[in-house]
């Protein structure tokens, strides 16, 4: 195969390697677009590979590495002043340090990505960081702030799965039963 000639190619490559679950393959396309992306000026795609290189370190247990991606790439989305972009990466922050245990860590990078997402009206974004949220929330012993926040996120969700709109349906049928509490 003829090596991808443009940034932009090597980045889908990136992402098809990355679906496929080759992560070391993935990891090389995306440090070579961020690379090229860089060298054209494009800060923001150049900061969207840093932070896919995040999210597989993170994958690969490599926390450090991961944290140091994930920071980097927000750092420079600030600096940009791409609030959606800040989000993502700061729930990409969140779900690491979940994985790690470091579950109050999680829950502040999830706020806040939670609130930014609100403040850009991306109400499916939204709604799934508050699911991610609550659950974080649960697991730290705050159950009825956790579940309370569980359920804020699945009445925010525009496109909920199938079981989400099932779960759903239960906390209607419960807030109806207990008369609107």
């Not at 502040?108 to 990505?113: F, G, I, S």
């Not at 609130?115 to 709604?127: K, S, T, Y």
């Not at 359920?151 to 799965?161: N, S, V």
């Amino acid at each position: 195969m003829d090596k991808p000639a443009s940034a932009e190619e090597l980045k889908e490559e990136g992402l098809r390697l990355f679906q496929e679950g080759l992560y070391e393959e993935a990891a090389a396309r995306f440090g070579q677009a961020q690379e090229m992306f860089a060298a054209e000026g494009n800060e923001v795609e150049a900061a969207e590979m840093v932070n896919n290189l995040g999210v597989i370190y993170r994958m690969q247990g490599q926390w450090d590495e991961a944290i140091v991606a994930l920071d980097e790439a927000r750092a420079a989305f600030v600096r940009l002043s791409d609030r959606s972009r800040e989000a993502q990466t700061l729930g990409n922050l969140g779900g690491l340090y979940a994985s790690k245990g470091e579950r109050d860590k999680a829950k502040e990078c999830l706020r806040q990505a939670a609130d930014i997402f609100a403040e850009l009206g991306d109400v499916q974004h939204q709604g799934e960081t508050l699911l991610a949220l609550g659950v974080q929330m649960w697991k730290t012993g705050d159950r009825s702030g956790g579940l309370a926040t569980y359920e804020a996120g699945l009445q925010t969700l525009q496109k909920p799965t199938v079981s989400q709109k099932a779960l759903r349906g239960l906390f209607n049928l419960r807030a109806r039963l207990l008369g609107g509490r």
